[in-house]
């Protein structure tokens, strides 16, 4: 199945990784940019994100900032938030990179809520309706040698902030985002990913099909760390937004 892509993040670390990936498995893939992209769109303004949804079947997510809260909140999320604007009731597959220990909200999170705003941005993926995955890598190419097994872990319980959450290679991220779009064992899916010592699988279906799917606005085992009831009101708005799109 050949799939029009949109990649939200194309010319970073992960998405140049998907580019490559997804073109080897014959999908037309669109990387979107504020510059040196396919198409020009800045997600922290959704009017120039329009062009880029057109005729697209599916939305890759490997965009991020590094930094302040208002970059996490206008780029990781309000990015996720504009692109789900502007592809509006029609339906479109969906993979959605965030990272590991997403759902811990203490130490090296207090200083820019980075965490807060990419899990917001996973629950307006969930209400949206499209069918979706959500990967949350570990920590990106510190790899040993032979850590080519990947391993799919749910309930985010690795919060050390460090690379001992465990470590993935950026291509091995790629690889599973994209297998992901084809994959109807990934649909509704959470997911920590980090590779171990052994060898690659060439069949990823079987690892989607162990995961337990998700239910709610959450991971399928995510802790409640982050209650609905303590969200910002315009955070509530923009879910509520996001669900009445669906239909
Ligand atoms: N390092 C780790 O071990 C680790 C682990 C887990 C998760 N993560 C997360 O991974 C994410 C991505 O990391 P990365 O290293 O791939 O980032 P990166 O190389 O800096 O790439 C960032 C991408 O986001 C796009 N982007 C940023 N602001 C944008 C805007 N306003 N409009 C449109 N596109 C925008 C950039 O596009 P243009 O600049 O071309 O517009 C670029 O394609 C980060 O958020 C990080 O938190 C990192």
Redesign the pocket.
């Known amino acids: 199945m050949s799939l029009n892509i949109l990649l939200?993040?194309?010319?970073?670390?992960?998405?140049r990784h998907v580019a490559r990936i997804a073109t080897e498995a014959g999908h037309p893939v669109r990387v979107?940019?504020?510059?040196?992209?396919d198409v020009t769109?800045?997600?922290?303004d959704p009017s120039t994100l329009t062009d880029a949804v057109d005729g697209v079947d599916a939305v890759v997510f490997?965009?991020?900032?590094?930094g302040d809260e208002a970059g996490f909140r206008d780029?990781?999320y309000g990015?996720v938030r504009g692109v789900l604007e502007a592809i509006g009731d029609r339906p479109v597959r969906i993979a959605l990179?965030?990272?590991?220990g997403v759902t811990y909200r203490g130490g090296y999170n207090t200083s820019n809520r980075?965490h807060d705003w990419?899990r917001r941005g996973e629950r307006l993926v969930r209400a949206s309706g499209h069918p979706y995955t959500i990967v949350r890598?570990?920590?990106?190419d510190y790899n040993d040698d032979d850590q080519h097994e990947l391993v799919f872990l749910q309930g985010d319980t690795r919060t050390a902030g460090s690379p001992a959450d465990g470590v993935i290679a950026r291509a091995q991220i790629a690889q599973v985002l994209v297998s992901a779009l084809t994959s109807d064992a990934a649909v509704g899916k959470t997911f920590e990913l980090v590779a171990e010592h052994g060898p690659a699988q060439s069949d990823l279906d079987p690892l989607f099909a162990a995961l337990v799917p998700d239910t709610g606005l959450d991971g399928a085992l995510d802790a409640d760390t982050q209650p609905l009831s303590e969200e910002p009101a315009s955070v509530l708005a923009d879910l509520e937004r996001i669900r009445a799109l669906a239909g």
């Open positions: 939200v993040g194309g010319t970073g670390s992960i998405g979107l940019s504020r510059r040196g992209g769109g800045d997600l922290t490997t965009h991020g900032t590094h780029v990781d990015g990179m965030t990272a590991i980075a990419k890598p570990g920590w990106f």
